[in-house]
């Protein structure tokens, strides 16, 4: 009896395409631009494994997996709204 309610308190979502990761994408890429300029100490934990320009010398493994949770959970959102607006 309790399915039925939880199966009409899940939201309609558009299976994973093309639409949904260039939404994605373009959500982590606005979260990094915003947390490079955002976060007010950085350069504090473990650096990179890879070459880095030098816009990004004092970003590291920490600001990198907030940054894109942070972008992860935007990118939820928009998906869950232009799926609802009918644009995705």
Do not use: Y
């Not at 920490?62 to 607006?85: M, R």
Request: net charge negative; hydrophobic share 50%.
């Amino acid at each position: 009896m309790l399915e039925h309610i939880f199966i009409a308190a899940i939201p309609h979502t558009e299976p994973w395409g093309s639409g949904t990761a260039l939404v994605m994408v373009i959500c982590n890429l606005v979260a990094v631009a915003i947390g490079r300029f955002a976060i007010q100490k950085p350069g504090g934990g473990p650096d990179l494994p890879i070459g880095k320009p030098d816009l990004f010398r004092n970003f590291n493994l920490p600001e990198l997996l907030a940054t894109l949770s942070f972008g992860h959970i935007l990118g939820v959102g928009f998906v869950l709204g232009l799926t609802n607006a009918g644009v995705i």
